[in-house]
Antibody, heavy 117, light 106 residues
Framework: EVKLVESGGGLLKPGGSLKLSCVAS????????MHWVRQAPGKGLEWIGE????????NYAPSIKDRFTISRDNAKNTLYLQMSSVRSEDTATYFC??????????WGQGTLVTVSS | DTVLTQSPALAVSPGERVSISCRAS??????MHWYQQKPGQQPKLLIY???NLASGVPARFSGSGSGTDFTLTIDPVEADDTATYFC?????????FGGGTKLELK
């Protein structure tokens, strides 16, 4: 059974930093592109970035580029999202998801990040 | 970016057929996918590449379309289908999602 478990969310002040984790199981993690998608409270889904199999290529949405960094540790089956210079508009539930084909077949349950002074 | 436009909400009675539309601002070939999200849960893949049913999804769900106009159809609708439905394209960078259609049952 494929399982994705995010952690690391919480409350932080504007300008602060936070690192989210996503532990994967039930599939060969190193064979798949991984993505982060976020959802502001009561809003739609926003793709924020991706990382290829071995971590050498990453791509980001313009809204978070240069502030967030995606990385992975294939030995630990773990995906990361390093958030810095956060703003109130970064308040959202952050989901990790695995790309199968070019769609997202499996999603974690999400971790909530709240940015507030 | 490719903008995906969905109607905000629909209300139908159980047993009826409902079609949820998604229009792309530019062509996405057949690379349109549909997700169902219930409150407090993660999205769930329903349809991939416009018309392919994801594993374990009931045959009541179907998808159609290509280019810029796509439709998710549920026939017949059941009470458990109350949820928000999102389309998502993966043909153009960056990947984008529609704003979601909230399906309510009368």
């Amino acid at each position: 059974e494929v399982k994705l478990v995010e952690s690391g969310g919480g409350l932080l002040k504007p300008g602060g930093s936070l690192k989210l984790s996503c532990v994967a199981s039930g599939f060969t993690f190193s064979n798949y592109w991984m993505h982060w998608v976020r959802q502001a409270p009561g809003k739609g889904l926003e793709w924020i970035g991706e990382i290829e199999y071995d971590g050498t290529e990453t791509n980001y949405a313009p809204s978070i580029k240069d502030r967030f960094t995606i990385s992975r540790d294939n030995a630990k089956n773990t995906l990361y999202l390093q958030m810095s210079s956060v703003r109130s508009e970064d308040t959202a539930t952050y989901f990790c998801t695995v790309q199968t084909g070019s769609w997202f077949a499996y999603w974690g349950q999400g971790t909530l990040v709240t940015v507030s002074s | 970016d490719t903008v995906l436009t969905q109607s905000p909400a629909l209300a139908v009675s159980p047993g009826e057929r409902v079609s949820i539309s998604c229009r792309a601002s530019e062509g996405v070939n057949s690379y349109m996918h549909w997700y169902q999200q219930k409150p407090g849960q993660q999205p769930k893949l329903l349809i991939y590449k416009a018309s392919n049913l994801a594993s374990g999804v009931p045959a009541r769900f179907s998808g159609s379309g290509s280019g810029t106009d796509f439709t998710l159809t549920i026939d017949p609708v059941e009470a458990d289908d109350t949820a928000t439905y999102f389309c998502q394209q993966s043909w153009n960078d960056p990947r984008t999602f529609g704003g979601g259609t909230k399906l309510e049952l009368k």
